[in-house]
């Protein structure tokens, strides 16, 4: 089976941490940088299987990037959890799409205008 690795498009590292580590819980796997301590970064960040790209670097992905993860254990648990650090940018709920009434959704929007659909299957 192939790994599919998307890439977002970020323009400010702080920014970026603030968001994927400290509010969802992604890991830092890795990092890359062209001198120590300069820009732009470019970074691998992960939360269970999930993993993607993050990346300052022009012509590195398209802001307004939208991925959807299936299958997603344990939403409604993480739902609660992320609403719980009271990030200033997001409170997402969780939704039932019209297509399919035995999933339940929920879409986060990063600070560079990327989207990322967490999904799971409740019936």
């Known amino acids: 089976m192939s790994v599919i690795k998307p890439i977002f498009r970020i323009f400010d590292y702080d920014k970026a941490i603030e968001f994927y580590i400290r509010w969802l819980g992604f890991t830092i796997d890795w990092e890359h ?3 120590p301590g300069t820009t ?5 960040v992960s939360l269970r299987d999930v993993i993607i790209h993050l990346s300052e670097h022009h012509g590195d992905g ?18 609660r959890d992320i ?20 999933v339940i959704n929920m879409t986060v ?3 560079f205008g990327n989207r990322i659909t967490f999904g799971e299957v409740v019936a």
Request: charged content about 35%; proline content about 10%.
């Open 40 to 44: 732009p970064k470019y970074l691998q």
């Open 33 to 35: 940088e062209f001198e």
């Open 62 to 79: 398209s802001p307004g990037s939208h991925i959807n993860i299936d299958d997603f254990e344990n939403l409604r648990a993480y739902n």
């Open 109 to 111: 929007h990063d600070p």
């Open 83 to 102: 609403n719980a650090k009271r990030y200033k940018y997001g409170r997402p709920g969780l939704e039932v799409p019209e297509w399919n009434e035995k």
